[in-house]
């Protein structure tokens, strides 16, 4: 089963919009990371962020982790048309070696 | 995708046969990981590796086994391939270390269809 699970499951916004995502998770992890998946490709590393930070920024993507809420929330501002994708949450559970990935939320920036 | 190759990209097969894909990387990392993808389940771990000759299993293992003999290279086989694992099958690489997972680089996808 999934460790992460996104919210909303589809989102659509206009070019220049911010677009929120969140992920709840169920177990203690070390680490929660997000990745973007373009249709037809493979998944692409976004941002990491530890269980002992609470936010984190690269360029347009602010991520934020509540560990006490055991959820995690990606910001992308100012969204592109080229920001239409799917965004995936997964976990690095405390112990595990490998990551759980959630169900994703599907993007779409309309020009 | 840089750095990671799958083989086949698109395979159909017949339901019963056997099937191998294949995850080559370039990177030298230590751990690779199958997964599949299927609408409404996202990514599940099939098996991983944690270094040559060293596998050990995900949460959708069953009817698949692995096998790694270099460090670059790591087969996914389906041993009777069925019509449930008609998906599409991506490779993944990472720098683990400490036993905390690290960023994963994935490759492009093998799309299987099984009739």
């Known amino acids: 089963s999934q460790q992460g699970e996104e919210d909303p499951q589809a989102l659509s916004i206009q070019e220049g919009e911010n677009a929120t995502m969140n992920c709840s998770y169920k177990t203690s992890i070390n680490n929660l990371q997000w990745y973007r998946q373009n249709s037809g490709r493979g998944l692409v590393h976004l941002i990491l962020i530890r269980s002992n930070e609470r936010e984190k920024h690269s360029g347009r993507l602010r991520v934020t982790l509540d560990t006490s809420k055991k959820s995690s929330s990606l910001l992308i501002t100012a969204s592109r048309a080229a920001d239409t994708a799917s965004y995936f949450c997964?976990?690095?559970?405390?112990?595990?070696?490998?990551?759980?990935f959630g169900t994703g939320t599907r993007l779409t920036v309309i020009p | 995708d840089a750095g990671i190759t799958q083989s086949p990209r698109h395979k159909v097969t017949e339901t019963g046969t056997p099937v191998t894909l294949r995850c080559h990387q370039t990177?030298?990392?230590?751990?690779m990981y199958w997964y599949r993808q299927d609408p409404g389940h996202g990514l599940r771990l099939i098996h991983y590796?944690?270094?040559?000759?060293?596998?050990d299993k995900g949460e959708v293992s069953d009817g698949y086994s692995v096998s790694r003999s270099k460090t670059e290279d790591f087969l996914l086989t389906l041993e009777s391939a069925t019509s449930s694992q008609t998906s599409v099958y991506f490779c993944?690489?990472?720098?683990?270390?400490?036993?905390?997972?690290?960023?994963?680089?994935f490759g492009p996808g093998t799309r299987l269809t099984v009739t």
């Open positions: 990177e030298n990392h230590r751990y």
């Open positions: 993944a690489i990472s720098a683990t270390g400490q036993s905390v997972p690290y960023e994963q680089y």
């Open positions: 997964a976990t690095a559970r405390t112990g595990a070696n490998n990551l759980f």
């Open positions: 590796s944690y270094g040559v000759k060293d596998t």
